[in-house]
């Protein structure tokens, strides 16, 4: 689908993924990048694996500073991905942008979710996966401009991932 997407459209198939606490809550505890378990996480970086472009919010960047890579599974050999930061204010730090371009991202900053897509969807990024805090996710819902969505709710013995289709095309 991901491929008949931007086949006929040039956009990316979008990918949403949010975590949940046992409480709701999707920021981590301070001090604490993620409050999900090993099995959780090691989806996430199956889902990262399959993106082109990893998009967030420069909310996310400026209280976690996050890694982005695949870590947990092996990655596929020489793959480069994009990683685009939604900030129109301009504040995420250059010392962040560089460090990421040093590890091989292609780092794209734009002020406007649908550039960004587009762009992505020139530059033959067929998968995005949005890891992005509350305030940029919950305008990408509202916006309507995405095609599914991994929900990953913590439980007490064992996370739930609930997924979500709304691709049509
Ligand atoms: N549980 C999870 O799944 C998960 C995933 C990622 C992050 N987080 C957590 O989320 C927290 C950060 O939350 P956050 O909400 O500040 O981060 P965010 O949603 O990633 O970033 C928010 C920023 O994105 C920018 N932005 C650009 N275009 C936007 C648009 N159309 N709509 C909304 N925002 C737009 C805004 O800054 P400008 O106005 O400057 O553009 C806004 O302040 C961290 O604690 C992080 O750990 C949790």
Redesign the pocket.
């Known amino acids: 689908m991901p491929f008949k997407k931007w086949i006929t459209t040039g956009l990316p198939w979008v990918t949403l993924?949010?975590?949940?606490?046992v409480d709701g809550?999707?920021?981590?505890p301070s001090g604490k990048?993620?409050?999900?378990s090993n099995e959780s996480l090691l989806f996430a970086h199956k889902l990262r694996k399959r993106a082109d472009a990893i998009l967030?919010?420069?909310?996310?960047?400026?209280?976690?500073f996050?890694e982005f890579t695949v870590r947990l599974v092996p990655d596929h050999i020489n793959k480069i991905r994009w990683l685009c930061i939604?900030?129109?204010?301009?504040?995420v730090p250059t010392e962040y942008i560089e460090q990421k371009k040093a590890q091989g991202f292609k780092v794209l900053l734009?002020?406007?979710?649908i550039d960004a897509l587009r762009y992505l969807g020139k530059q033959d990024c067929l998968e995005v996966l949005v890891?992005?805090?509350?305030?940029?996710?919950?305008?990408?819902l509202e916006?309507n401009i995405w095609d599914e969505h991994y929900i990953?709710k913590v439980k007490e013995n064992q996370d739930v991932i609930e997924h979500a289709l709304r691709y049509t095309l």
């Open positions: 993924k949010s975590a949940y606490s809550n999707m920021i981590p990048k993620t409050f999900s967030t919010g420069s909310g996310t960047i400026l209280k976690d996050p939604l900030d129109r204010r301009q504040r734009s002020k406007d979710y890891e992005a805090g509350p305030t940029l996710l919950k305008w990408i916006s990953i």
